[in-house]
């Protein structure tokens, strides 16, 4: 079945915004005042775009730097207003994470993050990884 324009931009616009978050991860641009973020490995719920600055704050730049997203693929579904991106995380473990010092290893880790976009902004993420693989790598 064939997308209409007005279905076929709306699906091109969820990509754009979950592509264009996973480049570049600018939470002021890309997340509603409210969003909520949540990375459910770790059991953690980060409430509000300071919060969610703060991981990825710490994500990229404290705990791991260089620390970069890889983009390997991103699905789009306008009438859910569902965006997905499988990406792999690398960074060299730096700084303190999750209570444990730096390592100073490599880490390399696929991950998919859900993304609930409505009115163009993020409103919920849901990020999926393998926290054991995460630990060992890290050489815990």
């Known amino acids: 079945m ?3 324009s007005t279905g076929s931009r709306a699906t091109s ?4 915004i979950t ?5 570049g991860h600018d939470v002021a641009k890309y ?3 409210d969003a909520e973020y949540s990375v459910l490995p770790l059991g953690q719920l980060h409430q509000g775009k300071e919060q969610i600055k703060a991981l990825f704050q710490v994500f990229y730049h404290d705990a791991f730097s260089p620390a970069s997203a890889e983009v ?7 009438e859910a207003g569902i965006g997905v991106l499988e990406f792999v995380f690398k960074g060299k473990h730096v700084g303190p994470q999750l209570g444990f010092p730096a ?3 490599d880490v390399e880790l696929p ?3 859900i993304f609930e976009i409505d009115h163009e902004l993020i409103r919920k993420a849901r990020l ?12 815990m």
């Open 128 to 139: 999926y990884f393998d926290a054991a693989a995460f630990m060992r790598q890290l050489g």
């Open 103 to 105: 390592t100073n290893k």
């Open 2 to 4: 064939a997308q209409s």
């Open 72 to 78: 390997k693929s991103v699905v789009a579904d306008s």
């Open 13 to 16: 616009r969820v990509r754009e």
């Open 111 to 113: 991950m998919v993050a």
């Open 31 to 33: 997340f509603a005042d």
């Open 19 to 23: 592509e264009g978050f996973g480049k």
